[in-house]
């Protein structure tokens, strides 16, 4: 088994622990802290520990951002305390619906407004070589 599927395996153990205790909200920083205390020695190198950390939280995020069926996700980022946690889709109040809908929208937005920036960029970049191409008789059917 690879390392990182071993750590999935722990994280989806974590979740399940937790909502086994009926835990309401699930921290990604809390399924991380809970594994990381699996693997972590004695003397770590803070830096390291820091990095492992972080990396162990976006790997929590991701799990607990699984989609289900309709592509939509089992739980969903609400801010308490200016601090993420995951909420179960079907416990979600409106304005927490909402604020979700709103940053995916504001999301898509920005990545919609990338390709289209990056498609003219091409077409730019391409359409020069193009006409420096055809100005040097080469002919383009």
Request: one cysteine or more.
């Amino acid at each position: 088994m690879s390392l990182h599927k071993d750590i999935h395996q722990n994280m989806q153990r974590v979740i399940q622990e937790l909502e086994a205790r009926g835990s309401y909200y699930i921290s990604p920083g809390l399924v991380a802290l809970k594994v990381y205390d699996l693997y972590s020695g004695e003397l770590e190198e803070p830096h390291i520990s820091y990095a492992c950390y972080e990396h162990y939280k976006q790997m929590a995020r991701q799990l607990l951002a699984e989609k289900t069926t309709h592509c939509l996700q089992d739980r969903y980022p609400v801010k308490i305390q200016g601090i993420s946690n995951y909420k179960p889709l079907a416990e979600l109040t409106e304005q927490e619906l909402l604020w979700n809908y709103e940053r995916l929208r504001k999301a898509a937005d920005a990545m919609t407004q990338h390709a289209t920036t990056l498609l003219i960029y091409i077409k730019v970049k391409f359409s020069r070589r193009r006409a420096a191409n055809d100005s040097c008789g080469e002919i383009r059917v």
